[in-house]
């Protein structure tokens, strides 16, 4: 632990003594190759699958395959391992996790995008939207209940909420049965908020139903409560906001 410490303080320090450079770049096939020279012979079992070029001038990010991210020098006979951090009148800005985050953004938005919209319950405005969300739902959860009530407001403000089912109990829950009657009903936009204003509605559990498809795609991406919403990028706001700050997050207020 004290080690993990001593080397993200050694990051701190580097990056307030050593100029910025431009980060995120990948670098040339003589440099790539140069650093999978120096790095691969000490370890076979370590492989260089990316380099780019670091915050601080000198270093270079490199990722293993399946392994960890350092900072080595440019001929590669010293590097560090641990995060590293920017510092300015804001304090410490960890930018490891900053690239972590956009990264797991990135497949968030992806995973996605991969699921098919006729599979969602989807509440669009009358004209073209300006952003859409992502929402993992319950209808037994007081807050998706209390955003539920926003989608008006965000309708008209230009903002489309798609309806993705987590039953926070479980696939063998009553709220399982609630989620699978709302999307396999004739007018699952209606049911759905028929249930989240708890009100009744006929059980109607259809055999190809996604509720449980979309709720392991929400334990993949990271939800651990209800409701959790996703960006357009990728962006996990976990719980609830109001009409007027989700506009603020997205940027259209």
Aim: include cysteine.
């Amino acid at each position: 632990m004290i080690f993990r410490v001593l080397q993200s303080v050694l990051v701190v320090a580097l990056v307030v003594l050593a100029p910025l450079a431009t980060a995120g770049e990948p670098v040339d096939k003589a440099q790539f190759d140069k650093l999978r020279a120096a790095l691969e012979v000490s370890n076979r079992n370590l492989k260089v699958s990316s380099v780019k070029t670091s915050e601080i001038a000198g270093l270079y990010e490199v990722q293993f395959l399946n392994g960890p991210t350092v900072y080595s020098t440019a001929n590669g006979d010293y590097f560090l391992l641990g995060d590293m951090f920017s510092v300015g009148p804001q304090g410490y800005v960890n930018l490891a996790e900053k690239r972590r985050e956009k990264h797991l953004a990135s497949e968030r938005a992806e995973k996605i995008a991969a699921v098919a919209e006729e599979d969602m319950i989807v509440f669009s405005p009358q004209s073209e939207p300006k952003a859409r969300i992502t929402v993992f739902t319950d209808v037994t959860c007081f807050y998706c209940q209390k955003l539920h009530k926003e989608v008006p407001q965000l309708n008209k403000n230009g903002v489309e909420v798609r309806y993705l089912a987590y039953p926070r109990a479980g696939v063998d829950s009553a709220g399982f049965k609630q989620l699978a009657s709302a999307w396999c009903a004739d007018n699952p936009q209606e049911t759905l908020t028929r249930l989240k204003n708890k009100k009744s509605v006929p059980e109607n559990v259809c055999p190809d139903n996604p509720i449980a498809a979309q709720f392991q795609l929400g334990q993949e991406l990271g939800v651990r409560g209800t409701p959790a919403i996703v960006t357009q990028d990728g962006q996990m706001i976990p719980g609830y906001q109001s009409a007027d700050e989700l506009m603020v997050t997205l940027g259209l207020n």
